[in-house]
């Protein structure tokens, strides 16, 4: 029994590193993500620079069968690796569209068409943040391209609000 007021300081310690949660996306959050997508979603998050963990990409996947949906979207500081909005529009298919009322300098596209795949994407910037918002789908069935567009807008719009 002497030892145990050596153990319980050791198990106090360690426990944090054992029980740890899920990180969560701050800019939206998975029962939005399965309101857009239609269906329950997975949540990765990434730090693309370790040292700096402000700047992430949030990941919601949704698949069913052969069918699968990704909402993603990169936040990142302006004038770091992948903070520049040019870069976000550089895969565009056609000339982007500005969009208002999205942040500061909001465009959105359409990227490639690879392998029966949509994507919409929406990048602007809110302060001195680079925001990109895309939404890919091969399931053909899943919404008419229109509407995929207005889903991205939409979660681009709450983005650029929580970055505010």
């Given at each position: 029994?002497?030892?145990l007021p050596f153990v319980l300081p050791a198990i106090a310690f360690l426990l944090p590193s054992l029980c740890h949660a899920q ?92 392998n029966g795949q949509r994507t919409e994407q929406v990048a602007g910037r809110m302060r001195d943040r680079i925001f990109v918002v ?31």
């Amino acid at each position: 029994m002497r030892k145990l007021p050596f153990v319980l300081p050791a198990i106090a310690f360690l426990l944090p590193s054992l029980c740890h949660a899920q990180e969560s996306c701050p800019w939206f959050n998975q029962a939005s993500a399965a309101g857009v997508l239609d269906s329950a979603v997975g949540l990765v998050v990434t730090h693309p620079d370790p040292d700096h963990k402000v700047d992430m990409i949030c990941d919601f996947t949704s698949k069913a069968g052969p069918a699968a949906r990704q909402l993603r979207i990169d936040v990142r500081t302006k004038g770091r690796a992948g903070g520049d909005l040019g870069l976000a529009t550089a895969k565009c298919t056609a000339k982007p569209v500005a969009v208002n009322a999205v942040g500061n300098e909001a465009l959105a596209c359409s990227l490639d068409a690879k392998n029966g795949q949509r994507t919409e994407q929406v990048a602007g910037r809110m302060r001195d943040r680079i925001f990109v918002v895309q939404i890919s789908t091969n399931d053909r069935a899943w919404v008419v391209d229109d509407e995929l567009r207005e889903r991205t807008r939409s979660v681009a719009d709450q983005v650029a609000g929580n970055l505010f």
